[in-house]
């Protein structure tokens, strides 16, 4: 997605147009962190409104400056713009997304088309893009550092990949597209919510729960009397309610039923189906490409990548693909031998691979995934993510109390560095509830950028997610997927965190796409590190550290069922460039258009595609069409970092970590690729990737 640096970023701008609306106020909060607490729905729309028209002034003081088009009085004025309105956006669409409403929902509706008309009546001024230009023209002469130097091209592009170079009437037909596309996409994840939270299915027979763990028992049996049926058990399409039914329920029939709720989400001919959407996006998006002089999206969205096309990223997924598929298939023969013991004649499904998968490793690796989780109490396992950026970069987290939060489920943290100086606030929201979407995400509240005074303004960062709730009888205890995505989204907190960048659209996580996820997938690899796990893993009953015994199995098991994790994770990328390298949409049908996908790709039909289309909110919805390859892109480049430590012999090198941070803080300053390979000192090797999936000796 090509970014329009005016709305990236959350910065405090003051500005006093009411006594009344919180959102219009300099916040009297610690850290001026927002007034959540004191913020309504009916503050809202207001706010927008006062925003949107403080933004429109600032943009119209730069077009009408009279003096000549500077670096300060154009581009740095640009990025500065629109402070009240990335303060305004960064409480809303974070509280929206964490905390939504049918109200909300209303208020996106009314504001989305209003926000996209103001990105293109500012990307599309005529004026305003001729002074960009005009400082883009002379930027060799002008004296620029290179973060200045980045940002005078950054801003030029932003504008030229927008639309800025277009005929009148073509601008015209582009905004008309992005205000369609915008209001589409909130239609497509409102339409998953609806069928996430419309589908509940009630157990009354406990007979028919057989194997499955009485922690996850006694979740159900809660949801059911919240629900109103108590002594009944209720599962819905939530992966904390049926993740434990497909591994360890022994009833088939349910496995069957809560996988094929989650997998074809917004694919029933009802109000909240998404295929006519996916449709409709698609022949937008194709013809936006088609604006700017490419044949398909994946090119248009690719040019700013590092990947740069869509043949790049072609090669490499394919790269991968194969050794992932050859190894999926030898773990289905695996299964397959498994299921003819219980159910011969049977061919093994996807319902049926999570339960044998777990079956399998309890007899290679005896590692039964219920005898981990009371070691990963949810505070621990954070404990120990703060523990990590503690050793590797000094940072310290104090708790703090009584501070405005959105929902009282919200806890807050003081970062620090070595030396006691605020490195930013943290904010995390870990478990689900009907208003929060699917999945789990790092967010920016307040950006970090140094103001004309030299100021350093610090950073408000969220991690959110979706686990397992504490029940009267346990604490939150994760599971090993759950313990790798909160290392996950804590690696994109303190990308956020670290940033030293001076101007808002360069810092944090304003980087390529297929670079932004190299500091989540680095933290990943500390999860289960045996030094890091006797820093968190504690018993929750007893306080009992992990026994080695356990750690050697999780090691030993490391490398199991990657060929699955892989080709799960690989054919939803295919499938977005599928979508992505489509040069029409005319005569598109969403579920034919899949199958064909999975059939050229030679899917095996014992896995489902980790994302269906119609529920895929990654390329629908948050701006990862034609990017959900940079996952796995990524993913050579955080093997090869980790490699780096591995290979001095310490997991928190100094040396090491002081690069890595480096680059961390450097945020969008510097081109992606220089700034791995300064760390480096070479290219990303992909056989340490190969290798820690087991693939390659």
């Excluded at 406990?206 to 499955?212: I, P, R, V």
């Excluded at 740069?308 to 695996?334: C, G, M």
């Excluded at 500390?526 to 007893?542: D, G, N, R, S």
């Excluded at 990657?562 to 599928?578: H, P």
Aim: with cysteine; charged share 25%.
């Amino acid at each position: 997605m090509k970014k329009t640096i005016f709305l990236s970023a959350f910065a405090m701008t003051l500005l006093a147009c009411t006594e009344t609306n919180p959102l219009l106020e300099q916040p009297n909060t610690p850290y001026g962190v927002p007034a959540f607490d004191q913020v309504k729905n009916e503050h809202y729309m207001p706010a927008f409104e006062e925003a949107i028209r403080q933004n429109k002034a600032e943009i119209e003081a730069i077009v009408t400056n009279e003096a000549e088009p500077t670096f300060e009085n154009t581009i740095v004025a640009l990025d500065r713009a629109g402070g009240l309105l990335e303060r305004v956006s960064g409480v809303f669409f974070n509280v929206l997304e964490a905390d939504g409403t049918d109200e909300m929902n209303a208020i996106a509706e009314q504001v989305s088309p209003m926000l996209s008309e103001l990105s293109d009546g500012i990307i599309l001024n005529e004026a305003l893009f001729l002074r960009v230009k005009a400082v883009y023209d002379q930027r060799e002469q002008l004296g620029l550092n290179p973060e200045q130097m980045r940002l005078v091209t950054e801003t030029y592009k932003s504008f030229a990949d927008n639309g800025a170079n277009l005929p009148e009437d073509k601008k015209e037909r582009l905004k008309e597209i992005n205000k369609e596309l915008g209001l589409l996409s909130l239609k497509f994840g409102n339409n998953v919510v609806a069928e996430t939270n419309a589908y509940q299915y009630f157990v009354k027979d406990e007979s028919q729960l057989k194997g499955l763990p009485e922690s996850a028992k006694a979740a159900a049996a809660e949801e059911a009397a919240a629900a109103g049926h108590p002594g009944e058990w209720l599962f819905t399409p939530k992966r904390t309610s049926f993740t434990p039914v497909l591994q360890y329920c022994e009833n088939r029939e349910l496995r069957k039923e809560l996988l094929m709720a989650y997998t074809t989400r917004a694919n029933h001919d009802n109000e909240n189906d998404n295929k006519a959407v996916i449709v409709r996006e698609m022949e937008l998006r194709i013809e936006k490409a088609k604006l700017f002089g490419y044949d398909n999206p994946a090119d248009y969205i690719l040019a700013d990548c590092m990947a740069k096309n869509h043949q790049t990223v072609d090669a490499f997924l394919q790269s991968v693909w194969a050794p992932s598929l050859e190894a999926a298939k030898r773990e289905a023969a695996e299964l397959q031998k498994l299921l003819d013991e219980d159910l011969p004649g049977e061919s093994l499904q996807p319902w049926d691979w999570w339960y044998y998968a777990e079956k399998l490793r309890n007899a290679k690796y005896a590692l039964n995934e219920e005898e981990l989780k009371p070691y990963f109490e949810l505070n621990n396992v954070r404990k120990g993510a703060f523990g990590v950026a503690t050793k590797l970069y000094g940072l310290q987290f104090e708790p703090l109390k009584d501070m405005p939060v959105y929902n009282p489920e919200v806890e807050v943290f003081k970062v620090t560095d070595a030396a006691g100086e605020l490195i930013g606030i943290l904010y995390t929201d870990y478990f689900p509830r009907a208003g929060k979407r699917p999945g789990a995400w790092m967010n920016n509240i307040m950006s970090q950028y140094i103001d004309a005074d030299g100021v350093d303004h610090r950073p408000v960062i969220i991690n959110v997610g979706n686990f397992n709730k504490p029940t009267a009888g346990n604490p939150s205890l994760l599971s090993m997927d759950d313990v790798e995505t909160l290392f996950h989204e804590f690696g994109h907190a303190l990308h956020g965190l670290l940033s030293k960048a001076h101007y808002k659209s360069l810092s944090g996580t304003n980087t390529p796409r297929d670079f932004v996820e190299l500091p989540s997938q680095f933290m990943e690899n500390y999860a289960y590190e045996p030094e890091v796990l006797k820093t968190y893993a504690f018993h929750y009953q007893t306080g009992e550290v992990i026994p080695d015994s356990l750690i050697a199995k999780i090691n030993a098991a490391g490398k199991f069922n990657q060929g699955f994790v892989q080709t799960e994770l690989l054919s939803a990328s295919i499938l977005d460039m599928d979508f992505h390298e489509l040069t029409t949409a005319e005569g598109l049908d969403v579920n034919a258009f899949e199958k064909q996908s999975l059939e050229k790709m030679d899917m095996i039909d014992e896995i489902i595609v980790r994302y269906r289309p119609t529920f895929y909110n990654h390329i629908f919805t948050t701006g990862y069409e034609a990017g959900y390859y940079s996952y796995t892109w990524a993913a050579v480049l955080d093997a090869d970092a980790f490699a780096a430590f591995k290979e001095t012999g310490n997991l928190f090198d100094v040396e090491t970590a002081k690069r890595f941070r480096h680059l961390l803080e450097q945020g969008g300053t510097r081109d992606a690729q220089e700034l791995y390979l300064e760390f480096r000192g070479k290219e990303a090797d992909p056989k340490n990737l190969l290798r820690r999936n087991g693939f390659i000796e």
